[in-house]
């Protein structure tokens, strides 16, 4: 078993920054890539941005320029860092993590971004 603890989610007017934070623990040394989801109201879970232990990375389009993902192997932690937001940023971002990419076997409870124009 994995568990995902998150942290950095907030309220942010546009234009804005913030930082998400992951740390994982557990069985970890089944999990290939790791990452983030979000989910706005009435939408899909969507993914956001994917990291694999080998540096690879995934962005939706929509984030591509202003979103960064990176990873602490050590820490077993994934940070995405959110520049120039806008409201429709808003959801709860979720963090995940997969033996696979972009298929998520692990789940961490969930963050609010709330980004005001």
């Known amino acids: 078993q994995v568990r995902l603890v998150e942290s950095g989610g907030g309220s942010v007017q546009a234009g804005g920054s913030l930082r998400l934070s992951c740390a994982a623990s557990?069985?970890?040394?089944?999990?290939?890539?790791m990452g983030w989801y979000r989910q706005a109201p009435g939408k899909q879970r969507e993914l956001v941005a994917e990291i694999t232990s080998g540096g690879n990375t995934n962005y939706a389009d929509s984030v591509k320029g202003r979103f960064t993902i990176s990873r602490d192997n050590a820490k077993i932690t994934v940070y995405l860092q959110m520049n120039s937001l806008k409201p429709e940023d808003t959801a709860v971002y979720y963090c995940?993590?997969?033996?696979?990419?972009?298929?998520?076997?692990?789940w961490g409870q969930g963050t609010q971004v709330t980004v005001s124009s």
């Open positions: 557990g069985f970890i040394v089944s999990i290939n890539a």
């Open positions: 995940a993590a997969g033996r696979s990419e972009r298929t998520p076997n692990y």
